[in-house]
């Protein structure tokens, strides 16, 4: 539904780069990146560390310059306009609040910095404690005597206390527990709902990524792989890459040959795939929770028999480890409703539909 | 064998906890960090507190006695107020103060340059910035008279070079300061050093995206936040100034004469115990009081261990 | 914001060569000085000779001096070092009631002055009956130096990771044997810095020998007392070695930490 609207407003995006490098001493971090955001949009950069992702949010806010290609702000080039005079702001991984200053003094701290008077300085930092739901005692109060998840919201309201036009969020969750986590990343999106603006996320994490965005850019030494909504990452990764970063995913190393059918490299067998690009040697994807148990050869588009080596319980869902011949580990996904009843290392023969699995050329842009 | 090992700890372990828990001040005593700090401790008592003590107590004692078992007094403190000795001290602190204020601004955007402008070569001139505290500070000084006495470089150069005639810049009130300046400006440009290390650069991009000009940086995060460091570099500067000796005499001839000089002469020429300890005491409490108010402020941990 | 504009660098390296500049003139001043032949010194000096450090290297009471300066320093670092070590265990590496004052207290030699310090020393020495001599010297230096020695291990200590203690501990380690394999190896930078400095300090010192040696006497001494009898061109030249000397030992400290962080990276 977010979608559409962002689509409505496509004519004019908030956000645009064109061509924009970063080189630090000939290498480039971030490598002629061309990307829309739109008004209102929720998107994210996801990449492993060194992707470039911190280098490209840097210049988005104004922390450094590209070194070639603009980036226009609503239709003007603001490749020269300093962080201070951007009506954009940036949430820090370790958020950086003041510790010398209290979680009122905080939220203000823009305000001061613009001129605004005492008197609506504080009526607007106890509006925004209320809209993120911190005690309004915590307007004098030390923010080092805040914890994490609190700190966080402090952080959020400092960002929105100058009302700017795009937020951007450097892994801002990445220091906290896992449950914290999956809290604030829902009260987060939230707070985008809320306030209509437009949010530039960046994260290591896919996972994390899929729950809040409206668009997911995946990054890799200092390009994008695939931009799109988190279905269609989920659903059509176009590289290897993309299709490994959402989480443990089953690699076979097959060659494809003429009639279309591929051949793994390490057991001989052979295998029905989608209709790939080309011929040659290719990566085989299967995700975990596309294998499963079959009793023989009709109940799948491909089988494979093997023994199982362990199980690991995942909460609500199991996996196993499927040992195949001597060299191939196979990863398989049940619901825990739908677990294994034999013993370990005894043989099982597991399969999978041709539609589940994805196939990718290797080439070097995987 | 890593099997035995384990075994031996837990033994070791359960030994150690069945002994017989001692109590109260014994049980503090065993503890590794007050094993570790008796002996600096026992150095600090025997060296520092104990002398300061007798000072205290001889400050008391009548003028001329070299026992501190006479009855108490305050005739040393009347006359060093009487007889204006306690110019000295005031002048002591006058120059400490115009000292302090000089080396703190020249050192901010020194120190500043160094960590934020030269970070990758900071330890280089960190060095080169201590290297003079290892020469002894009266033969520096010699230095600075052979530099600036008429006839010396300065003089000589400008006289030889371009004929101007100048006169000496030696033994003035304004030689003396420039001496304390010299000599105490890397007390103060260290400790500024850290404090300005201390501060995360996030905080700095953190102030600058919110809207702050470079200004306001450095008045609203820069400043506040490098303040422990600052502090304590004026606080070392001023104290170490108050109390210095071979800048006025070589230097400043005898243009003014500082406490220390003071205390000097009475302790040793005059022989006269009490009245050297009376205006000791004038810059212990000076010392005391701005060493405390400060320390006080102050988490070293924060400061030396960058925690 | 971080990218610092040419000009503004190139006025910030000019501000850090003035300081510099500033620092180092006297003893440049100096190193000229005792190289001029005549007894008055003069600028631009009319002739250049060596023969003060002649004078110098023949003098026996010179000499002397040397060799107390020499054994008073190499006693202070030593002894200050061991002090050192164990109290900036306790000033950064344990957790004890009494710490934070134990930290202050420490602090408190280093930000008094030298001079009201080793009169205080003196009048002490005489109190419980010690005849100021070099012995009584090392101690005035000690109450000074270890301080300092013990901030610059504890500067190292703070970095020290305590869970390497307790894992030696877990695999068996004495409380001895921790030390010597694990804490005392991981500090060694540490350790060699605050010797060193402890040295160059006392090396250099003048206000706490001055009321502290009685009859014997430093090179800093020295100096101070032919400033006072008049000047003479021995001081630079003597000025001049004992500058020598301390570039020596830095050098020779700078090879010790080229050679550690070699073997760390596993070149050597």
Not at chain 1, 67 to 89: F, M, Y
Not at chain 2, 167 to 189: C, I, K, R
Not at chain 3, 190 to 210: D, E
Request: aromatic fraction near 10%; include cysteine.
């Amino acid at each position: 539904m977010v979608t559409t609207e962002a689509e409505a407003r496509a004519a004019q995006p908030i956000l645009q780069l064109r061509a924009i490098e970063k080189v630090f001493d000939q290498f480039a971090a971030v490598d002629r990146i061309t990307l829309d955001i739109q008004e209102g949009e929720f998107f994210t950069i996801v990449g492993p560390s060194g992707s470039g992702k911190t280098t490209m949010v840097r210049m988005l806010v104004g922390m450094d310059k590209p070194t070639r290609g603009d980036i226009l702000l609503r239709g003007q080039r603001i490749n020269d306009v300093p962080a201070n005079k951007r009506p954009t702001c940036m949430v820090f991984q370790s958020l950086a609040l003041f510790p010398h200053r209290t979680v009122g003094q905080n939220i203000e701290f823009p305000l001061k910095i613009r001129g605004v008077d005492p008197a609506a300085r504080k009526k607007r930092a106890l509006e925004l404690l209320a809209q993120l739901r911190l005690p309004d005692h915590y307007y004098g109060k030390a923010v080092t005597q805040c914890s994490g998840g609190e700190r966080q919201r402090v952080a959020l309201a400092r960002a929105l206390a100058f009302d700017p036009e795009i937020l951007f969020f450097d892994e801002p969750l990445s220091a906290l527990d896992y449950k914290l986590r999956k809290v604030l990343e829902k009260e987060l999106k939230d707070i985008h709902r809320q306030t209509g603006k437009t949010f530039v996320y960046i994260t290591h994490s896919l996972e994390e990524a899929m729950v809040m965005s409206d668009r997911i850019g995946v990054m890799n030494r200092g390009r994008f792989v695939q931009v799109g909504t988190p279905n269609e990452i989920y659903g059509s990764p176009t590289t290897r890459f993309v299709s490994e970063f959402m989480g443990e995913v089953n690699i076979l190393d097959v060659t494809v040959g003429p009639d279309g059918t591929a051949t793994d490299d390490v057991t001989g067998a052979r295998y029905l795939v989608p209709p790939s690009a080309g011929a040659g040697p290719c990566s085989l994807v299967i995700r975990p929770e596309s294998l499963r148990f079959v009793d023989g050869p009709s109940q799948a588009h491909n089988v494979v028999t093997g023994t199982v080596y362990n199980e690991y319980l995942l909460g609500s869902r199991v996996q196993y480890q499927i040992r195949v011949g001597e060299k191939q580990v196979l990863l398989l996904e049940n619901l825990r409703d739908q677990r294994y009843e034999g013993d370990l290392d005894s043989p099982v023969t597991v399969g999978w539909d041709t539609g589940d699995s994805m196939i990718f050329p290797k080439g070097p842009l995987q | 064998m890593a099997q035995a090992t384990g075994i031996v700890t837990i033994t070791a372990a359960t030994t150690a906890r069945a002994a017989p828990e001692p109590s109260g001040w014994r049980a503090w005593l065993r503890q590794a960090g007050v094993l570790t700090a008796l002996p600096m401790a026992l150095l600090m008592l025997a060296g520092f507190v104990a002398p300061l003590l007798l000072v205290v107590a001889f400050a008391f004692m009548p003028p001329q006695s070299f026992s501190i078992l006479q009855p108490p007094t305050l005739a040393n403190f009347q006359e060093i107020f009487a007889n204006s000795f306690y110019r000295s001290f005031l002048a002591s602190l006058y120059l400490a103060a115009a000292t302090t204020l000089i080396c703190m601004v020249v050192c901010y955007p020194v120190a500043y340059a160094m960590v934020r402008v030269f970070g990758r070569v900071a330890g280089v001139l960190a060095l080169l910035i201590t290297a003079p505290l290892f020469v002894a500070d009266n033969l520096r000084l010699v230095g600075w008279m052979l530099f600036l006495v008429k006839g010396g470089v300065l003089s000589g150069a400008l006289q030889a070079w371009f004929g101007i005639a100048t006169d000496s810049m030696l033994y003035t009130v304004s030689a003396t300061l420039f001496g304390l300046v010299y000599t105490y400006l890397p007390f103060m440009l260290f400790p500024m050093i850290m404090g300005i290390a201390m501060v995360p650069l996030e905080m700095r991009e953190a102030a600058f995206d919110l809207g702050a000009t470079r200004w306001q940086v450095l008045k609203e995060v820069d400043i506040p936040l490098a303040m422990p460091g600052i502090l304590i570099g004026a606080l070392m500067t001023f104290i170490l100034a108050a109390g210095a000796l071979s800048e006025p005499r070589i230097l400043g001839g005898s243009s003014v004469v500082m406490i220390a000089q003071d205390i000097q002469n009475e302790f040793t020429f005059a022989q006269n115990w009490p009245k050297g300890s009376a205006l000791s005491v004038l810059m212990i409490l000076v010392a005391g009081v701005l060493a405390v108010t400060l320390l006080r402020r102050i988490d070293l941990d924060g400061i030396f261990g960058r925690r | 914001m971080n990218e610092i504009g040419r000009p503004a660098r190139w006025l910030y390296g000019m501000l850090i060569a003035l300081v510099l500049l500033f620092v180092y003139l006297p003893m440049m001043t100096l190193v000229m000085a005792s190289f001029s032949r005549s007894k008055f010194f003069k600028f631009p000096i009319p002739q250049f000779a060596t023969n003060w450090y002649a004078d110098v290297f023949a003098s026996l009471s010179i000499r002397s001096f040397f060799w107390t300066s020499l054994v008073i320093a190499l006693l202070v670092a030593t002894i200050a070092t061991v002090l050192a070590f164990f109290g900036a265990l306790a000033f950064a590496r344990y957790r004890w009631a009494g710490r934070k004052l134990y930290q202050k207290v420490l602090l408190l030699p280093i930000l008094f002055p030298q001079a009201v310090l080793g009169l205080a020393l003196l009048l002490w020495f005489s109190a419980i009956g010690v005849t100021p001599s070099w012995q009584a010297a090392v101690f005035a230096h000690l109450v000074w130096i270890a301080p300092i020695t013990t901030l610059v291990i504890a500067i190292q200590v703070y970095s020290f990771d305590p869970a390497m203690e307790e894992a030696a501990v877990d695999l068996g380690a004495t409380r001895w044997q921790t030390l010597k394999e694990v804490t005392l190896p991981i500090l060694t930078p540490g350790i060699v810095s605050g010797f060193l400095s402890a040295f160059l300090l006392s090396w250099a010192n003048f206000p706490l020998s001055m009321f502290s040696t009685g009859a014997d006497q430093t090179i800093p001494e020295w100096i101070s007392a032919k400033i006072q009898s008049g000047y003479t061109p021995q001081v630079p030249a003597v000025g001049t070695l004992t500058m020598l000397a301390a570039v020596i030992v830095m050098a020779l400290g700078g090879f010790a930490a080229w050679l550690h962080a070699r073997r760390r990276a596993g070149l050597a």
